[in-house]
Nanobody, 119 residues
Framework: QVQVVESGGGLVQPGGSLRLSCVAS????????MGWYRQAPGKERELVAR???????NYSDSLKGRFTITRDYAKNTVYLQMNSLMPEDTAVYYC?????????????WGQGTQVTVSS
C-alpha cells in the first residue's frame, strides 16, 4: 500500500509564492505518475500538473507559466512551485500517485493541504 503525504500549504498574500511537497512511500514498485490536483470550495477537483516517467509533464493550461512541477525519482517526491499566486488559487491541493503493474492501475491520494491566498 502506498502512502501519500503532502506538506507546504498555508496562507500567502496575493503575488506570493509557495512550494508544496509530496512523498509517496510504502511500495517496492515504481510510481509511474505523480501529480497535483486541487479543489476549491463548491468546485470539482481539477488537474494542476503531473509528471510521468522520463520527465514528461502536463499542466492545466490556465496555470502553465506560474506553476512548476518537479520530481525527485530517487525519493519518490514531487514538488509544486507556485508563483504569482492569486486569490482564485485558494483550494485544497491533493497529491496523486499512480502505479501500473501486472496490467492493473493503482491510484493513491494524499489527505490534501490547504492553500489560502488572501491579503
Amino acid at each position: 500500500q502506498v502512502q501519500v503525504v503532502e506538506s507546504g500549504g498555508g496562507l500567502v498574500q496575493p503575488g506570493g509564492s509557495l512550494r508544496l511537497s509530496c512523498v509517496a512511500s510504502g511500495s517496492p514498485f515504481r510510481i509511474d505518475v505523480m501529480g497535483w490536483y486541487r479543489q476549491a470550495p463548491g468546485k470539482e477537483r481539477e488537474l494542476v500538473a503531473r509528471t510521468g516517467n522520463g520527465g514528461s509533464t502536463n499542466y492545466s493550461d490556465s496555470l502553465k507559466g506560474r506553476f512548476t512541477i518537479t520530481r525527485d525519482y530517487a525519493k519518490n517526491t514531487v514538488y509544486l512551485q507556485m508563483n504569482s499566486l492569486m486569490p482564485e488559487d485558494t483550494a485544497v491541493y491533493y497529491c496523486h500517485a499512480l502505479q501500473r503493474r501486472f496490467g492493473q492501475t493503482y491510484e493513491y491520494w494524499g489527505q490534501g493541504t490547504q492553500v489560502t491566498v488572501s491579503s
